[in-house]
């Protein structure tokens, strides 16, 4: 079945730290992937997502490349801030007639001015 | 931008007892989706719904069921409450593409 693996943390940087947390991902066909961020006390937010391999997702400085030969989907971010601290899932869905959510254990991020 | 409402958002039970959680999603999403979120764990999938039919069902237990109605909200009631069902249930939308967006939860404690 699908699987998603994700550097489990806790990672903690400094502010204006380079940020990399890594995904890999077993999946049957051609999944589409996904970053979504958990800040403390709130609900899933949908953070970037690519849907082939080459795709680059990027919002708010984030970015993830989707590789379909290493079945990866690091995210990255040169520059991080406070309030970037948060929960961070990597997430697939195999398509089908569902799009159901496969998600990895999700890495906690806490940024130190 | 309208997005997924959940009520309530938290709620407090005691054992056996059961619960109703109710998500309204996004105006125009047709499909509703139901995950599990334990202490420090990963969102599990529960259950799904398209065009008020039961879509996909994953870990969802025998005493919880779900349904979607005519105006493409959905409830999931649970029964006999364990411990163990203390979680935080989310519920997301889609319509067409293949994200899916959340609404901010539900916190069920059980005593």
């Known amino acids: 079945g699908d699987s998603v693996t994700q550097m489990e943390g806790p990672v903690t940087l400094s502010e204006e730290a ?3 947390i890594n995904c890999t991902y077993t999946a049957t066909g051609y999944p589409s992937l996904f970053w979504y961020v958990q800040y403390p006390g709130e609900g899933l937010q949908l953070l970037l997502k690519a849907t082939k391999a080459d795709d680059k997702g990027s919002n708010k ?10 079945t990866s989907f690091h ?23 569902n799009y159901k959510l496969t998600f990895g254990k999700g890495t906690l991020l806490t940024v130190n001015p | 931008a309208a997005g997924v409402i959940q009520s309530p958002r938290h709620l407090i039970k005691e054992k056996r007892e059961t619960a109703t959680l ?11 989706y139901w995950y599990q979120q334990g202490p420090g764990q990963d969102p ?12 996909d069902k994953g870990s ?13 909200h ?13 979680a935080l249930y989310f519920c997301a939308s889609r319509f067409e593409a293949d994200t ?7 916190r069920l404690t059980v005593l």
């Not at chain 1, 400085?61 to 290493?70: N, Q, V």
Request: hydrophobic share 30%; glycine share 8%.
């Open chain 2, 44 to 55: 599990q999938f529960l259950i799904s719904f398209y065009e008020k039919m039961q879509s």
């Open chain 2, 22 to 32: 109710k998500c309204y999603p996004i105006p125009r999403h047709d499909t509703v």
């Open chain 1, 75 to 97: 995210l990255e971010k040169g520059s991080v801030q406070v309030s970037d601290s948060a929960v961070y899932f990597c997430a697939l869905n195999s398509g089908g007639s």
């Open chain 1, 61 to 70: 400085g984030f970015e993830a490349t989707y590789r379909k030969e290493t």
């Open chain 2, 100 to 106: 899916q967006y959340f609404g901010p939860g539900t």
């Open chain 1, 18 to 20: 380079f940020l990399t």
């Open chain 2, 74 to 86: 959905s409830e999931l009631n649970m029964s006999s409450l364990e411990l163990g069902d203390s």
């Open chain 2, 60 to 72: 969802i237990p025998d005493r919880f069921s779900a349904q979607q109605f005519s105006d493409y």
